[in-house]
Nanobody, 127 residues
């Protein structure tokens, strides 16, 4: 089992920044590819960003590319999502997720592939 706990959400004005953290415990963190997803009210959960075990391979949704940065610190068992130039449409509950993969540079974008999920953290961007 892997336990994931997100933090760092909150209320921010449009154009502002937030940094989300996701702390993992229970298994060897570096064995897992990680991802961030979000779900806005009345909408389906959507992919935001993914990162490989090594941290060198990343992928972003088009809507956040150039504004968000995913990173990880395997020594601290933590994955981060730096969010800059926030927009009201970024308002959602943000979830981190983990999936065990064998490839050191493999990342995963499909939510159905992930095995473990955090409880989510609310991000609200006011206009």
């Amino acid at each position: 089992q892997v336990q994931l706990v997100e933090s760092g959400g909150g209320l921010v004005q449009a154009g502002g920044s937030l940094r989300l953290s996701c702390a993992a415990s229970g298994r060897t963190f570096s064995n897992y590819a990680m991802g961030w997803f979000r779900q806005a009210p009345g909408k389906e959960r959507e992919f935001v960003a993914a990162i490989s075990r090594s941290g060198t391979s990343t992928l972003y949704a088009g809507s956040v590319k150039g504004r968000f940065t995913i990173s990880r610190d395997n020594a601290k068992n933590t994955v981060y999502l730096q969010m800059n130039s926030l927009k009201p449409e970024d308002t959602a509950v943000y979830y981190c997720a983990a999936v065990r993969v064998t490839g050191w540079n493999t990342f995963v974008t499909s939510s159905g592939t992930y095995d473990y999920w955090g409880q989510g953290t609310q991000v609200t961007v006011s206009s």
